[in-house]
Structure formats: structure tokens, C-alpha cells
């Protein structure tokens, strides 16, 4: 069946650091792939997707490319600030799954100064 | 602009008493609507969502329900709580057809403690 695995947290990493948030997925075919946000004590927010294979999401500085190859849709930005800290939630979205979104675990980001 | 929101913000509730939370979407017509729940440092468990008034598709087995009653309400019920039940709960909505394009927004969430 379809699934997504991202790498587990928590991830700590200093102010300006380079980011990686692995994420992978099982699905056959062309999934949609979406990257979330949740910061403390609050709901979701989409930070970027991207829908057929190539494509690069892009959003405040995150980046992620959708590798058909390699089945992967890793996290990035090049230089992280303390306000980043948050819960990464990769999801995807494919009609087997009716178009529900799989979710995968949550990586939670922790950037001190 | 869309909007969804989602009450109450936070809730503290003895063990056996009953639950409603209630979420309302405005400035869209027939969206999809979810209910999920985020136990303490996990990930989205989907519990309920509905494509149209009345039409709830449950995901997971449990002492919990869901009712639209109408097109941009969505309540999810208990009539007895247990202590599992605790957790962070999120209403979301998405463009009713929209297809593998289905971006979900989330509502600000309900904290519920079951004591």
C-alpha cells in the first residue's frame, strides 16, 4: 500500500546550519507530495508541494524536489533560523488512497542560536 | 478568503463525560471535511472525514462519532470519554474533486485532557 517514512526526530541543528528532512514514500504511479508545518500549539500549514515528477516545491527558503527515481521528497533550506523550530510532516496524496492525504511521522526541528 | 475554525481552543473533561467540538469552514461550498487527532509528540491519526451533509467515512474504530449537519460543519462526539482520548484535535477541509491536488487546511486544533 501507499506510505510515506520520514527520518526521525528530534533533529537539533545550530542557527544558519544547513537542513535535510528525509522523506520517502511507497506508491505506484504519481503521487502528489506536499510538505507541512506545525508549529507549538498550532494546526498545520502547507509549506510547499509539488505534483508530478521533477517538480520543486518551493516556500520561505524550503526546498524539495520530487524524485521519481529515488522515490524521495527530502526537506532542505540552506540556513536555518531559531523561528524554523517546528514539527515537518511529509505527506502524499494518490487515488488508490480515494486522494486522502498518507502522512508520515513527523520530524521535529529544534534550531538554537 | 477561506477561513476555518475550530472550538474550543482547549478542554479539560473528567473521564465518562460526554464531548462535542465543533468546526466551521466559511468562504467555500461543499469542501471535504476531516477530523484528525495528534496524540503528545506523534504523528495525524485521520478519525473521520466527510464529502458531503451527512456522509461520514470513519477510518478508525473507536468511542468517538462525527455528523455534518451541515455543508461547513463538521462536529466530532463522544458520548463517553476515556483517557485515551486525549490529545490535539484538528478539523481540516480541501476543495471538494480537487483530486491527487489535495492540499488540506487545518484549523488552530482543539487540546483535549481526559482526566
Known amino acids: 500500500g501507499n506510505s510515506v517514512t520520514q527520518m526521525e526526530g528530534p533533529v537539533t541543528l545550530s542557527e544558519e546550519a544547513f537542513l535535510t528532512i528525509n522523506c520517502t514514500y511507497t506508491?505506484?504511479?504519481?503521487?502528489?507530495l506536499f510538505w507541512y508545518v506545525q508549529y507549538p500549539g498550532e494546526g498545520l500549514q502547507l509549506l510547499l508541494k509539488?505534483?508530478?515528477a521533477d517538480d520543486k516545491g518551493s516556500n520561505k527558503g524550503f526546498e524539495a524536489t520530487y524524485r521519481k527515481e529515488t522515490t524521495s521528497f527530502h526537506l532542505e533550506k540552506g540556513s536555518v533560523q531559531v523561528s524554523d523550530s517546528a514539527v515537518y510532516f511529509c505527506?502524499?496524496?494518490?487515488?488508490?488512497?480515494?486522494?486522502?492525504?498518507?502522512w508520515g511521522a513527523g520530524t521535529k526541528l529544534i534550531i538554537k542560536p | 478568503s477561506q477561513t476555518i475554525h475550530q472550538w474550543p481552543a482547549t478542554l479539560v473533561q473528567p473521564v465518562g463525560s460526554p464531548l462535542s467540538l465543533e468546526c466551521t469552514v466559511e468562504?467555500?461550498?461543499?469542501?471535504?471535511l476531516y477530523w484528525y487527532r495528534q496524540a503528545a509528540g506523534r504523528g495525524l491519526q485521520l478519525l473521520f472525514y466527510?464529502?458531503?451533509?451527512?456522509?461520514i467515512s470513519s477510518e478508525v474504530p473507536q468511542n468517538l462519532s462525527a455528523s455534518r449537519p451541515q455543508d461547513r460543519q463538521f462536529i466530532l462526539s463522544s458520548k463517553k470519554l476515556l483517557l485515551s482520548d486525549s490529545g490535539f484535535y484538528l478539523c481540516?477541509?480541501?476543495?471538494?474533486?480537487?483530486?491527487?491536488?489535495?492540499?488540506?487546511?487545518f484549523g488552530p486544533g482543539t487540546r483535549l485532557t481526559v482526566l
Open positions: 509539488a505534483t508530478k
Open positions: 481540516a477541509w480541501s476543495v471538494q474533486g480537487s483530486g491527487a491536488y489535495n492540499e488540506q487546511f
Open positions: 466527510s464529502v458531503g451533509i451527512g456522509q
Open positions: 505527506a502524499l496524496s494518490y487515488m488508490d488512497s480515494n486522494y486522502q492525504l498518507i
Open positions: 506508491a505506484t504511479g504519481y503521487p502528489s
Open positions: 468562504g467555500t461550498s461543499n469542501p471535504n
